[in-house]
């Protein structure tokens, strides 16, 4: 069974960083690309981030590009987002997905505000 567990979300002021972390277990998770979906309040998921299993091929989507860094450590099993210069349009649930069509591969999410 897939089981992804997010953390590192919270309050942050405009500008400001947070890293968020998934740990996977219940598959092979070096043999997968890697993803990070977010969804806002009122909104429907959108696709943030693709990593390729060695991290060699890394995808962002238009809105983060430049502000965000997807890595992972597959040592320990768990993927990673970095957000820098963070913007109120940022405040939505973030996800890790093992595939992002599928929302039963996604984890449960992990809260970002962004506010002054």
């Known amino acids: 069974e897939v089981q992804l567990v997010e953390s590192g979300g919270g309050l942050v002021q405009p500008g400001g960083s947070l890293r968020l972390s998934c740990a996977a277990s219940g598959f092979t998770f070096s043999r997968y690309f890697m993803n990070w979906v977010r969804q806002a309040p009122g909104k429907g998921p959108e696709w943030v981030s693709t990593?390729?299993?060695?991290?060699?091929?890394?995808t962002y989507s238009d809105s983060v590009k430049g502000r965000f860094t997807i890595s992972r450590d597959n040592a320990k099993n768990t993927l990673y987002l970095q957000m820098n210069s963070l913007k109120p349009e940022d405040t939505a649930v973030y996800y890790c997905a093992k595939d992002r069509s599928d929302k039963s591969t996604w984890g449960q999410g992990t809260q970002v505000t962004v506010s002054s």
């Open positions: 990593i390729s299993t060695v991290g060699e091929i890394r």
